[in-house]
């Protein structure tokens, strides 16, 4: 199992849509989880940070489910500006006492459409 | 007012060459990162430095040197450039090393080995 998954799409939705990315992970001890996005040719930035009572930033929610090992992310009301790679990240938990390396998914491509 | 700036934005270059990417960061972080995306968009750490102490290095060759000169530059030398090194080199900073989820990256080094 890869470390972190994600299906690649791309996703093609309308303008005003709700969509849902999901992610897996494989190491049951990591504890930070987060979502970035990339637009196209350009650097990742921090969207969110998924806590595991589940967090709401606007349209965006994230969500933890630790039992069986995976996030999700839902973007309601869809915008033409959400097109991009949504990248999931999960810390691989620590060696030598740190919080250990952050490991990228290969991300989502979503193409929100007028 | 850039946080995170690279330079070059573009570098092509010939197998066998040396060059190098450098960084700044202005937000007074204590952590700065080098990734590596390539042509399947995985983006992998390289190296982490904190304090301008390299505490991650992950299996990379040892053609490839950081070098921190102070807490606020973290710049990266390859040597004896190959076709595979070819990818989007990304620099990043975080507060500190146990905050790797909030990054901030640079706007990459696209290399490109002919």
């Known amino acids: 199992r890869k470390e972190v998954e994600q299906d690649p799409g791309p996703f093609n939705v309308p303008e005003g849509a709700t969509v849902a990315f999901n992610c897996t992970y494989s190491n049951s001890a990591s504890q930070s989880f987060f979502w970035y996005r990339q637009d196209c040719r350009k650097e990742p930035k921090l969207l969110m940070s998924?806590?595991?009572s589940g967090n709401e930033d606007g349209r965006f929610t994230a969500q933890l489910n630790r039992a069986s090992q995976y996030i999700s992310l839902l973007i309601r009301d869809s915008k033409l500006s959400d097109s991009a790679t949504y990248l999931c990240v999960v810390n691989k938990q620590g060696y030598g006492g740190s919080q250990g390396n952050l490991i990228f998914g290969k991300g989502t491509k979503l193409s929100v459409k007028p | 007012d850039t946080a995170v700036s690279q330079t070059p934005k573009y570098l092509v270059t010939q197998m066998g060459n040396d060059k190098s990417i450098k960084c700044e960061q202005n937000?007074?972080?204590?952590?700065m990162y080098w990734y590596k995306q390539d042509s399947k968009k995985f983006l992998k750490i390289m190296f982490s430095?904190?304090?301008?102490?390299?505490?991650i290095n992950e299996t990379v060759p040892n053609r490839f040197s950081p070098k921190s000169p102070d807490k606020a530059h973290l710049n990266l030398h390859i040597n004896s450039l190959e076709l595979g090194d070819s990818a989007v080199y990304f620099c990043?900073?975080?507060?500190?090393?146990?905050?790797?989820?909030?990054?901030?990256f640079g706007p990459g080094t696209r290399l490109t080995v002919l």
């Open positions: 937000l007074g972080h204590d952590t």
């Open positions: 990043a900073s975080s507060p500190r090393t146990g905050d790797q989820g909030r990054l901030v």
């Open positions: 998924v806590y595991s």
């Open positions: 430095y904190n304090n301008k102490e390299l505490i």
